[in-house]
Structure formats: C-alpha cells, structure tokens
C-alpha cells in the first residue's frame, strides 16, 4: 500500500536559519504530492503541491520538489520566521476518491 | 465564508456511551473524509464519500459508521466508545475535480474516552 515516510520531529531553529524537512514516499503509479501545515488549535491548510515528476511547488517562501528517481519531496525554506512555527505534514493523493495518505508530522518550532 | 464546519470542538464521553460528530460543508463539495490524528501518528483515513448516499471504509474504520445524505452533511457515529478512540478527528472536504486538489480541514473534534 501507499505510505509516507517523514523526517522525525521536533526540529527547533533560530529565526533567518535554513530549513530542510525530509519527505519520501511508497506508492504505485504517480502520485500527487502536498505539504499541509497546522498551527496551533487548527485545521490542516494546503501549504504546496506537485502533480507530476520534476514539478516544484512553492508558496510562502517555501519550496518542495517531486523527485521519482529517489521518491522525494522535502520540504525547503531558505529563512524561517517564528511565525513558521507549526506541524507540518507531506502527503500524497492517490485513489479514485483522491484520499490522502499523510506522514507522521514534523513539529517546528523556530526562536526569535 | 464558512468552510468546514465540525461540532462539538471537545467532548468526553463514558466507555460504552455513543455519539455523533457533525461535519457541513458550504463549498458544494461531492468528495468528504473524515481522519483521526493521534500524536505522532499523522492522520488516519477512517471513513469518505464522494457523492450524497456513497460512503466507503478507509484505513481505520472499527467502531465508527457514517452517512451521507446530503451534499453538505457528513456525520460521524461512534458507537460503544472505547478508550483507544480517544483523538482528534477531522473532517474535510474537496471539489474532486481536475488535478488532485486542495483539500478543506475542519479545525477538528477532541474527544476523549474515559
């Protein structure tokens, strides 16, 4: 079955340092791929996508690439602010019912 | 702009006792999930639908029924609640059409079992 695989939180950085959250999947076929992100007492939101190998999604300053050959997609940002603090979740689509099948959550938390 | 809408925010509920959680969407969205989130676990599939009267098991269903009458209404029902129930679930919704897309969160239902 599919699966996803995440980078083990907690990860905690200074503000302005450089951030890196590993992300590989299982899946038959080609999937899409998501990073969600949930701040503190809220719902998941849609943070960025890709649909198709080599595609790279971006919003927010962060960026991720769907790599197939090594079935990747980590999660990048060059400068994080304390407002990044949050779990964030990668995840793939997959089914006739576009289910998602997420990873275990990396907790951030980055320090003024 | 309502979104996804869940009910009750927090409940505690009695081993053996039941109860529904209410989710609504106002986004005219055919496809509806409904996940749990246990600490570090992620979130789990356990029940979806992709149109009024059509509802299908996900990866962790046991103890959990659902409907779908609606467009916009999909309950959850526990029935028996037992202690390992205790979680945060989260109901969400999507258009299902074109590229897979942006899901819509809840901002989700702690229960607890006692």
């Known amino acids: 079955g599919n699966s996803v695989t995440q980078m083990e939180g907690p990860v905690t950085l200074s503000e302005e340092a450089f951030l890196t959250i590993n992300c590989t999947y299982t899946?038959?076929?080609?999937?899409?791929l998501f990073w969600y992100v949930q701040y503190p007492g809220e719902g998941l939101q849609l943070l960025l996508k890709?649909?198709?190998?080599?595609d790279k999604g971006s919003n927010k300053g962060f960026e991720a690439t769907y790599r197939k050959e090594t079935t990747s997609f980590h999660l990048e940002k060059g400068s994080v602010q304390v407002s990044d603090s949050a779990v964030y979740f990668c995840?793939?689509?997959?089914?006739?019912?576009?289910?998602?099948?997420f990873g275990s959550g990396t907790q951030l938390t980055v320090l003024p | 702009n309502a979104g996804v809408t869940q009910t009750p925010k927090f409940r505690i509920l009695k081993i053996g006792q039941s109860m529904t959680l209410q989710c609504t969407q106002d986004?005219?969205?055919?496809?509806m999930y409904w996940y749990r989130q246990d600490p570090g676990m992620g979130l789990k599939l356990i029940y979806y639908?992709?149109?009024?009267?059509?509802?299908d098991k996900g990866e962790v269903p046991n103890g959990y029924n659902v409907s779908r009458s609606t467009t916009e209404d999909f309950p959850l029902r526990l029935e028996l609640a037992a202690p390992s129930q205790t979680s945060v679930y989260f109901c969400?919704?999507?258009?299902?059409?074109?590229?897979?897309?942006?899901?819509?969160f809840g901002e989700g239902s702690r229960l607890t079992v006692l």
């Open positions: 969400a919704s999507g258009s299902g059409q074109g590229d897979p897309g942006e899901l819509f």
């Open positions: 899946a038959t076929g080609y999937p899409s």
């Open positions: 890709a649909t198709k190998a080599d």
């Open positions: 995840a793939l689509c997959s089914g006739s019912a576009r289910q998602l099948t």
């Open positions: 986004m005219n969205h055919n496809y």
């Open positions: 639908s992709v149109g009024a009267g059509i509802t």
